[in-house]
């Protein structure tokens, strides 16, 4: 499971996070044990964000009771996605709400030599849970009157603030800002689908 570091910047994060009691859990947030859950190592994934592209290092917590693992991600990463949450946003911004071309929405994201086919999909993600996200949102401030569902939940995005939204979406509702990918239940976690016993 994933919960997320609150932290400012790329930098505060990096000078921050090897330091395991700062920012380590009460609790299990699985499990609901309330023995705070032990240092568990790093674990390393990349981050292209508009003035940072490099590895960062992810800690990890282990519950003692449960024995399951939680990692402190950084609010600035997106689950399963190497981007960061403002690159995404600068260019689904410039996309859909100010008409840009894809190149050029690339450019407004710090990401000139960015793939056609990563804009699309990205375009493809968003549109697919603009309803859900609108409606989510909603807990947040008023929504806007606008056009479609994607200008309304980008609208709001907007006014919330990219990294607020994300903060508000993952860590209370787990919702993942492009929807989470195909192999993972709306929840954020694998699905694990056991027989059932078979009536004879």
């Known amino acids: ?3 997320l570091h609150l932290v400012g910047s790329i930098q505060q994060y ?3 996070i090897s330091d395991a009691d700062r920012y380590r859990p009460e609790g299990c947030p699985q499990c609901q044990a309330k023995r705070s859950p032990a240092a568990h190592g790093f674990y390393s994934r990349t981050l292209v964000d508009v003035e940072f592209e490099g ?6 917590y282990l519950c003692r009771e449960c024995k399951r693992t ?3 991600l950084p609010e600035f990463a997106l689950p399963y996605l190497r981007f960061s949450v403002l690159v995404i946003s600068l260019f689904l911004g410039a996309r859909l709400l100010e008409g840009r071309t894809l190149r050029e929405a690339a450019q407004v994201a710090a990401q000139p030599d960015m793939p056609y086919q990563r804009g699309q999909f990205w375009i493809r993600r968003f549109r697919s849970q603009a309803l859900a996200l609108a409606g989510a949102l909603a ?5 806007p009157p606008a056009a479609d569902f994607v200008t309304r939940a980008l609208q709001m995005l907007h006014v919330i603030g990219c990294i607020a939204a994300h903060r508000f979406l993952f860590g209370q509702l787990r919702m993942h ?3 989470w990918p195909p192999f993972l ?3 954020g976690h694998r699905l694990n689908l056991r027989p059932g016993a078979v009536s004879g």
């Open 14 to 16: 990096l000078a921050e």
């Open 185 to 187: 239940a709306p929840a």
């Open 55 to 60: 590895t960062i290092r992810v800690r990890r």
């Open 139 to 143: 807990g947040l401030m008023a929504p």
């Open 177 to 179: 800002l492009l929807g």
């Open 1 to 3: 499971m994933q919960i």
């Open 70 to 72: 939680v990692s402190l």
